[in-house]
């Protein structure tokens, strides 16, 4: 069973950074997906970045050039770094391990991050 938990969220101005880190545990395998959702209020969960363990990266129109998602396979951790947050980034954000081609699919509980002045 794998688990993943995320940790670095909170309040921040807009404007400014922020950095979350999740951690997965547990038996994974390669080729894997790990990626980063994100969930407003009142809207559904949408895909931020996702990074393969090969080192291909996807990232969201909306974010591009603000975010950075980075991964360290030896520890089985997956980051991403957020700049220039805006308001509309408020969000619960949502750490994903997926090899979807095999049906396998593991979700944080998820982590909150406001953009507010």
């Known amino acids: 069973q794998v688990q993943a938990v995320e940790s670095g969220g909170g309040l921040v101005q807009p404007g400014g950074s922020l950095s979350l880190s999740c951690a997965v545990s547990?038996?994974?395998?390669?080729?894997?997906?790990m990626a980063w959702y994100r969930q407003a209020p009142g809207k559904e969960r949408e895909m931020v970045a996702s990074?393969?363990?090969?080192?291909?990266?996807h990232y969201a129109d909306s974010v591009k050039g603000r975010f950075t998602i980075s991964r360290d396979n030896a520890k089985k951790m997956v980051y991403l770094q957020m700049n220039s947050l805006k308001p509309e980034d408020t969000a619960v954000y949502y750490c994903?391990?997926?090899?979807?081609?095999?049906?396998?699919?593991?979700w944080g509980q998820g982590t909150l991050v406001t953009v507010s002045s």
């Open positions: 994903n391990y997926n090899r979807r081609w095999l049906r396998e699919e593991f």
């Open positions: 990074m393969t363990s090969g080192g291909g990266t």
């Open positions: 547990g038996s994974i395998f390669s080729p894997n997906v």
